[in-house]
């Protein structure tokens, strides 16, 4: 009976190694992470800085890393994420240093392994749970995985030595909340503590982030002060409605004789009621408007001009009307000897508007001459008419001149010029 018992039990005994053999394989499960609460230490520095970076994991997804480097030391905070094994912090626009994620692969839940490069830090740097002497914690060898508080900073004051504002003078329309003065502190991990006043509150607000509410139209003065440094600025609030500026696209227009030419002016504000514009030339004999109120070209020159709004806000645009204008430079009724080879200048001019002069070019090579006598009268290449035929008595040779351009008429041609010449 003892025999049979003992048979039957090495017999479910075979049957149940058997069944193991047999099963499916269980799944492998993956491996979790935990570094919440935790701080790590950066343990492995390859700059062999004596103040070695740390990073706090906040139960709550917050961060906090503090690192330092050859400019200094600086604090970077944000949010965390942990995918598998792969840890991601993003971090804030308003902490220090100027990057946006940083990257940790997680070995265990004791170590990480940085992925990226931070100022004091290089990508493949080891952090671990176990703080090492010179690092920037307050215990050595104290294992802080079950700490839920932030790590302090540095006590140590870092003073403002500098204040920089976007503008001089701000102004803002009645009723504009979060007007961002946009103040900057110089350096800017200084400790302290940058305050704004408001000389006039019921013009203008600003709270401690500087932060501005326009509140009724006037003029006023904020000052700003960060440690011992102050700064004063301008604040002028507006009621909305009127024109307040003129801004023209260009402040200056050149455009060719038989030319049109809008002048392009953005209304400040946009919300202004009434856009109503005037223009107005300086000089109608150079140019005028059409009734679009663009640039009409009369002649070659330059003038100003006037935009202005209902309100008498105004701005100016310089304007050059740039071709060519038949002008002739020469004696009138010039005398020359017969044969004598004695010579006259003339000169032809054309209008250019180069770094905003009115220049003359020389357009002799350009020009038409025409002599009734070339056996006494000739010309050369260098603007001169030449006594090159003698004469038994006192007569008159005429002379005019003309030329074609593509920005006046097919062809201008000048007076007619008399020169003497004696025997």
């Not at 604090?75 to 990257?103: M, P, Y």
């Not at 995985?145 to 102004?171: D, F, H, Q, V």
Request: aromatic share 8%.
């Amino acid at each position: 009976m003892k025999k049979l018992s003992l048979l039957f039990i090495v017999l479910c005994m075979m049957l149940s190694l058997s069944a193991c053999k047999s099963s499916p394989k269980e799944e492998e499960v993956k491996e979790t992470f935990d570094v919440a609460g935790k701080t790590y230490y950066n343990t492995v520095d390859e700059y062999g800085h004596d103040t070695h970076a740390k990073v706090w994991f906040g139960k709550d997804g917050s961060f906090v890393l503090n690192d330092s480097y050859s400019g200094g030391y600086y604090d970077i905070d944000g949010t965390w994420a942990l995918n598998e094994n792969v840890l991601t912090l993003t971090v804030d626009k308003s902490g220090q240093g100027s990057f946006s994620k940083i990257i940790f692969e997680v070995e265990d839940n004791d170590t990480l392994k940085l992925k990226t490069t931070l100022e004091g830090s290089r990508s493949d740097d080891t952090f671990s749970i176990n703080e090492v002497k010179g690092s920037s914690g307050t215990s050595s060898g104290s294992d802080t995985s079950s700490s839920e508080t932030k790590p302090e900073t540095s006590a140590e004051r870092i003073p403002c030595t500098g204040l920089t504002s976007l503008y001089k003078n701000y102004w803002a329309y009645e009723g504009v909340k979060n007007y961002d003065l946009e103040v900057k502190a110089e350096p800017a991990n200084t400790t302290d503590k940058i305050t704004y006043n408001s000389d006039d509150e019921n013009v203008v607000k600003v709270n401690e982030n500087g932060i501005a509410t326009a509140v009724n139209a006037g003029t006023t003065k904020i000052h700003i002060k960060c440690g011992d440094i102050e700064r004063t600025v301008g604040f002028e609030t507006r009621k909305k409605g009127a024109v307040t500026k003129l801004v023209p696209e260009s402040d200056k227009i050149v455009l060719p004789l038989g030319g049109r030419e809008p002048i392009k002016v953005k209304i400040e504000p946009e919300s202004a009621t009434d856009k109503t514009l005037t223009y107005k030339s300086s000089d109608p004999s150079v140019f005028t408007f059409d009734d679009e109120n663009r640039i009409l070209p009369h002649h070659p020159g330059v003038g100003k001009a006037t935009i202005t709004a209902s309100n008498g806000i105004s701005t100016t645009v310089d304007v050059c009307v740039e071709g060519s204008f038949f002008v002739v430079e020469m004696p009138d009724n010039p005398t020359v000897k017969g044969g004598s080879g004695e010579y006259i200048y003339f000169e032809c001019y054309k209008l250019k508007c180069e770094n905003w002069n009115v220049t003359n070019e020389d357009l002799r090579l350009a020009v038409d001459i025409h002599v009734s006598d070339l056996s006494i009268i000739d010309y050369d290449n260098k603007g001169r008419l030449i006594a090159v035929g003698s004469v038994s008595s006192n007569t008159d040779v005429q002379v005019w001149f003309s030329f074609e351009d593509e920005d006046l008429y097919p062809e201008v041609t000048s007076k007619t010029y008399t020169v003497h010449v004696t025997p």
